[in-house]
């Protein structure tokens, strides 16, 4: 997370004393009255003391996304202004033709310029089980439906400045029926080697993350990674 000006609100500059920079110099830490340190303790520190807000601004309403300002008690004790856009969440899913092909998409993406290649996903409805979200937006997305699908792991996308997290699967038993796609989507359906798709994130042909590491998640379970 980042405040206002840009800095890093969390790390070792946050902590530094401020006689580095000819400022008052902290006392010494046998001074000061003990107290859990949040740098060792850390992430359990965080769960247990936490992040607070103080105060809440609603900036801007998207289509499905909200931009809030929020005053904020870091875990040192210390206050900070920060931007958090607020995301419902999402699931992924990489879906298996065989063992050895998967199925990927190319999907126009206006934020970065054009078409990349990614693995089916979507946000979750309001109270949607994020296995029912990857089996429907597979069968959106592609026209396939699963028979089975089974969950890799969760993930943050951007913490720094969002709370989005993916849920990634893996999709299996396919049955052919047909796309439905929004007015918007941009979708060619790119059937591949799985070995192939891994050499493109190796390569960096591959650059979007939540596809990336449903690759390599699902090529550790099936042992083509260690």
Not at 137 to 159: F, H, N, Q, V
Not at 199 to 212: H, I, P, Q, Y
Not at 218 to 224: Q, V
Request: proline content about 7%; charged content about 30%.
């Amino acid at each position: 997370i980042r405040d206002r000006r840009g800095r890093a609100a969390w790390g070792r500059r946050a902590l530094r004393a401020r006689g580095a920079r000819g400022g008052p110099t902290r006392p010494s830490h046998a001074a000061l009255p003990r107290r859990p340190s949040t740098r060792r303790l850390w992430p359990i520190a965080a769960a247990a003391i936490g992040s607070r807000p103080v105060s809440e601004r609603r900036v801007q309403r998207g289509v499905f996304l909200e931009m809030v300002t929020e005053e904020v008690t870091l875990p040192t004790g210390r206050t900070t202004t920060l931007d958090v856009i607020r995301h419902p969440g999402a699931s992924a899913v990489l879906p298996f033709l065989s063992d050895d092909e998967i199925l990927l998409i190319r999907q126009y993406r206006y934020a970065v310029g054009g078409p990349i290649y990614e693995v089916p996903a979507g946000k979750l409805d309001s109270g949607e089980d994020p296995a029912a979200c990857a089996l429907r937006e597979l069968e959106e997305e592609t026209g396939y439906r699963a028979a089975r699908c089974e969950p890799l792991a969760s993930i943050w996308t951007t913490p720094g400045f969002t709370d989005e997290r993916i849920h990634l699967f893996t999709a299996r038993d396919l049955v052919r029926t047909s796309q439905q796609l929004d007015h918007d989507e941009l979708i060619e359906i790119v059937p591949m080697p799985f070995d192939r798709a891994l050499a493109m994130v190796w390569r960096g042909e591959l650059g979007d993350a939540k596809s990336a590491l449903a690759l390599l998640h699902a090529a550790r379970r099936t042992g083509r990674i260690q």
